[in-house]
């Protein structure tokens, strides 16, 4: 397998590798999700934050296709810690250290309604990829968390991607102004912890592991990266294309100059196609329910 990888130049390719491997890992930023809040740390300073933390907050959006039994302390924790505007005031090795807002402002979970995968490409068959018990989902405090996979009554498709069943797993964080991306992650991790990890005392040390069950593997992307790779010399704009500002069957170029009205420059656009939309996904209403998949 090495010699294989040798074959292929990835000189220009850059990411931030977010890794999780099973065990209980004493060097707890290295694996799961304190890996990934390092990293969102490292790209978001303490000082560039705080003004942020004075706007209006985008929850995180977490897009997945197996939901793991979590508890709504945990769930809490897991994204107080990755939301870029409160991660420097957060401290995950204290047990009650955690964000105090609704989880609602916390986080939105992508998950597809029964209708979507009866009504997908692939149908009721097709839905085994996306596994979820009844037991892990029917849980109370997820229940207003939950949003489509696709919009509501047949509304914008550009990818054509609302009638496929997704096993596709995304985590991203939109700028306060809901225009913009601060943070992506395109990962094997499902929302369990098993995958992304729990921290536990450790008797024999008297401190604390991160014990993860899980192999997984993410890619995480945030302006910054892309701006220490790319050498660029103007500040780089993440957006999503498709939804929102990308014209239908019209030609989209993946990293530009935003040209303003007089001709001037201030940023580059580096833009992802997501397959759903990541700024206004339609949460359930009375008529949708969670699909489950024992």
Known sequence: LPDLIRQYDYSSAYAVLIPSVPGYHQAINKYGYLKLRREIMDAFPSSQTLGEKRKKKSPIVCQISSLGSLQEKWLRKFFSALDYTSTHTTNPLDENCMSTQTLQSLTKIIWPTTDEIRNSVEGVAGGGSVPGRETNLQKSFLKPLYHRWSKRDGGKDPFLTARHIPHIKTVVQNSSDDRSIEWLLLSSHNLSKAAWGQVQNNKRTGGKDCFIAHWELGVMFSPATLLEVCGMTKPVRILSIGYDGAK??????????????????????????????????????GRDDYWIAE
Do not use: K, Q
């Open 248 to 285: 239908d069957n019209g030609t989209i170029s993946l990293c530009d100059d935003d040209v303003d009205d007089d001709g001037s420059s201030d940023f580059i656009n580096v833009r992802v196609p997501l397959p759903y939309d990541v700024h206004t996904p339609d949460a359930y209403n």
